[in-house]
Nanobody, 116 residues
Framework: QVQLVESGGGLVQAGGSLRLSCAVS????????MGWYRQAPGKQRELVARLTGGGITNYADSVKGRFTISRTDGRDTVYLQMNNMKPDDTAVYYC??????????WGKGTLVTVSS
């Protein structure tokens, strides 16, 4: 089992920055992929960024060059650094973990609001 708890959301002006954190506990070394997703009001949940166990990163086109996903050496925290934020980045952001046994885990989410 893996538990995920997000933090760091809040209100920011357009052009500003926020850093989200995802505290990971439980069977950390069963995880082969970590990701951040977001869901805006009335829209489907979408992938924002992901990080493989080998350190490879992928980003949605809409956030490339502005957002960075990273983790601690102990893999117990995953971050999403968000810079030059836009009103379209407003959403609930969710942390996701995927295990080698093909299990998926989600946090409860943290709300990010970007004002224009």
């Amino acid at each position: 089992q893996v538990q995920l708890v997000e933090s760091g959301g809040g209100l920011v002006q357009a052009g500003g920055s926020l850093r989200l954190s995802c505290a990971v506990s439980g069977s950390i070394f069963s995880i082969n992929l970590m990701g951040w997703y977001r869901q805006a009001p009335g829209k489907q949940r979408e992938l924002v960024a992901r990080l493989t166990g080998g350190g490879i990163t992928n980003y949605a086109d809409s956030v490339k060059g502005r957002f960075t996903i990273s983790r601690t050496d102990g893999r117990d925290t995953v971050y999403l650094q968000m810079n030059n934020m836009k009103p379209d980045d407003t959403a609930v952001y969710y942390c996701n973990a995927h295990s080698w046994s093909n299990m998926g885990y989600w946090g409860k989410g943290t709300l990010v609001t970007v004002s224009s």
